[in-house]
């Protein structure tokens, strides 16, 4: 067993009264966050992109590059769990920060080479890079305040404002590129924003005491052999997936996408039935903690419904945004990846209302439970969806929608996400048998994983169908359940036994 927990203070310099480490791992996850939703704003684009233009892309029709980007935003996830376990067990996740951060920006790079193969390279290397980083960078931030309490708080809020900057100047950056000018200079763009992430993170290692540094009982040998096993392991499994993916591509295979995005999705399913009905069936809990345990379940499925619906902001939406919204302004076009900026930007000024609004709540004995807060959240995502359908209504490449409809529906979005996401990862921790706190953390990584997966294979259907149906389809899905969300909230929340 082993912990990677900081033992010393780290330097005695603030940062507007914090931890002065706290400034880099701010700007880290900024750089991060910014190439990471730099790209993801040009990559549906860029697949469907016919090859016979200027600005060419790859020539995917939307069922096939849905499938590719859902792939691609659900590993980014799933791939967190053993990003977790490595910074946990043979690295200390300082390193895994580190050594994350500089893959994502090789993927980036060979993204930016105009040859294909290298393309997909780039996307694998990025799911590998992000589950090493993206887990183990707000870890670090919890390892600068060893006495916990109020001031971890604040210094987690100040953290999530860097990773919202990043995701606002992001698309706005490498989209005016990518589509303005190249693809693969947008994706270079973002590859050069998360190098500058590294640098400073290097220059500011001092700031951070002993924070993120691995601790373990284990000795020397010990980690080595560890360490052999798992990365003949890992080996074994990239190549495997490298050699899966020549078949693919060369023919030998003739999977498509689609069937492997269903598959995983399929698996990712199985896989949680599974771990769930060992854990409550036999995982030698009490009946208080199975009863929870069930509370979680539930609390899955509905995360699951929700990020289906909300990660098409990257793949049907953004489509939606390129070829059916009127996005002129005077002589000036805007380009479609910027919408992508427009959640990250209500976050930060709808946030602090939220935060105000439950602490009012709360004083008046009013504060909605943690099943009500999901169900609340699903049913902003589905208005969100009603009103873009009906403005897509009337939308036709000739005549495209007023933008102002995706502005209005990222701002119910954006409420949704903040009845829903914030309240999820501090639900795990509530509600998990006390041995079992971060095995549960990770499952709500797999139930956004579970959810980009089959946001990828939905925003397939807005080529072969219409875009009003399709949005107002995924409306009705998202808002029946959290109606039942809703229904049953009183029920799901006496299994909570007294946990608020």
């Known amino acids: 067993m082993s912990t990677s927990t900081a033992h010393a203070s780290p330097s005695e310099k603030t ?9 880099t791992l701010f700007f880290t996850e900024m750089w991060e966050r910014f190439s990471y939703y730099g790209m993801r704003a040009l990559l549906i684009l860029y697949l469907t992109r016919e090859t016979v233009v200027a600005n060419p892309g790859l020539g995917f029709d939307a069922a096939t590059a849905g499938a590719l980007y859902g792939l691609y935003t659900g590993l980014v996830y799933l791939l967190a769990l053993p990003g977790g376990w490595v910074a946990d067990n043979l690295w200390g996740k300082r390193k895994s920060v580190y050594v994350g951060g500089w893959i994502i920006a090789a993927g980036h790079f060979s993204m930016a080479v ?36 109020a001031r971890r708080d604040a210094g987690f809020s100040i953290f999530y404002m860097g990773i919202n ?16 000018y190249n693809y693969h200079l947008g994706f270079s763009l973002a590859g050069i924003g998360m190098v500058a992430g590294l640098i400073q993170y290097r220059l500011g290692l001092r700031h951070m005491g002993n924070a993120g540094e691995l601790v373990s009982d284990r000795s020397p040998d010990e980690l080595r052999a560890l360490s052999a096993r798992f990365f003949a392991g890992a080996g074994a499994v990239i190549v495997a997936v490298v050699a899966f993916g020549w078949a693919i591509g060369t ?38 903690e199975v009863k929870r345990l069930w509370v979680i379940v539930w609390l899955f499925l509905l995360s699951a419904v929700f990020w289906s619906g909300f990660e098409q902001a990257g793949s049907s939406l953004n489509l939606y945004a390129r070829d059916l919204t009127d996005r002129m302004i005077g002589n000036f076009e805007v380009p479609a990846g910027w919408f992508q900026s427009v959640n990250s930007t209500f976050i930060v000024i709808l946030a602090p209302v939220f935060g105000s609004l439950w602490v009012w709540l709360g004083k008046r004995n009013a504060n909605p439970s943690l099943p009500a807060k999901f169900g609340w959240g699903l049913l902003g995502l589905a208005v969100g969806y009603l009103v873009v359908s009906w403005g897509a209504a009337n939308a036709t490449a000739e005549n495209g929608a007023a933008m102002s409809w995706l502005i209005v529906m990222y701002f119910f979005h954006t409420c949704g996400e903040l009845a829903l996401s914030p309240v999820g990862l501090s639900a795990m921790t ?45 409306a009705m899905i998202v808002g029946g359940t959290g109606l039942v969300a809703l229904l049953l909230s009183p029920l799901v929340k006496r299994l909570q036994g007294g946990v608020e």
């Open 165 to 180: 900057l990043g995701a606002i100047l992001g698309p706005l950056a490498c989209s005016a590129l990518g589509e303005g």
């Open 251 to 288: 023919g030998a295979l003739t999977i498509d996408l689609t069937t492997v995005a269903d598959g995983l999705g399929a698996g990712v399913l199985i896989l949680a039935a599974v771990y769930f009905g060992a854990v409550i069936f036999f995982g030698g809990h009490d009946a208080a």
């Open 114 to 149: 105009p040859f294909e193969p290298l393309f997909f390279i780039g996307l694998f290397l990025i799911t590998i890079g992000t589950g090493l980083l993206k887990p183990n960078v707000s870890a670090v931030v919890g390892d600068l305040y060893p006495e916990g309490g």
């Open 430 to 474: 509530k509600l998990a048998p006390a041995k079992r706190v971060g095995q549960m953390m990770g499952i709500w990584f797999v139930s956004i994983s579970l959810g980009n997966l089959i946001a990828g294979r939905v925003a397939g259907l807005i080529e072969g169908m219409d875009p009003s149906g399709l949005f107002r389809t995924v």
């Open 15 to 23: 940062w507007f009264g914090h931890p002065r480490g706290l400034s």
